[in-house]
């Protein structure tokens, strides 16, 4: 899924202001340079003037800062080192840290989006991409549980 309509989804699902998305990606790394604009460029169509790609750097700041600012930090672990590749996988493994779904929450998210996986398709989703059980995750999938969670966040039918 482009990163984009992933950052634009999330911020739907939450309702985060453009300065709320800003801070929440420099929990990740006070260091990292994002502005406002950036933000409002990133969440533009592709066919709007100004629309600028939302890189995996970014995208990848983002979900490591919503899982701090969801569930906090924990200062007796080492930060730890920021994806270089942003996956669908990933995006669905710092959304499940992030919110503390089990396995049942992401079940009923998918049923209620109206794609419903079995448990050994979704467990398969959250392996190590050279485990023989792996599946990478497709953009529906992504896209069908950024809704379902959606729904379930924001009470949206």
């Given at each position: 899924m482009i990163n984009n309509d992933t950052l634009r989804a999330i911020r739907y699902m939450l309702d985060?202001?453009?300065?709320?998305?800003?801070?929440i990606t420099h929990l990740a790394d006070a260091a990292f340079s994002l502005g406002k604009e950036d933000v409002q460029a990133f969440l533009k169509k592709d066919e709007e003037p100004g629309y600028v790609e939302c890189s995996n750097a970014v995208l990848a700041h983002?979900?490591?800062g919503l899982v701090i600012h969801r569930r906090g930090r924990d200062e007796?672990?080492?930060p730890r080192p920021v994806e270089k590749r942003v996956t669908n996988?990933?995006?669905l493994?710092?959304?499940?840290?992030?919110?503390?779904?089990?396995?049942?929450?992401m079940h009923e998210i998918l049923a209620n989006a109206g794609f419903p996986v079995s448990k050994?398709?979704?467990?398969?989703?959250?392996?190590?991409?050279?485990?023989?059980?792996?599946r990478l995750c497709g953009d529906q999938l992504l896209r069908n549980f950024l809704k379902g969670l959606t729904m379930r966040l924001r009470g949206d039918s």
């Open positions: 985060l202001s453009d300065a709320k998305v800003v801070d983002f979900l490591d007796s672990l080492p996988n990933v995006v493994k710092k959304l499940r840290v992030a919110f503390e779904l089990k396995d049942v929450d050994p398709e979704l467990s398969a989703l959250f392996r190590q991409p050279g485990h023989k059980n792996f």
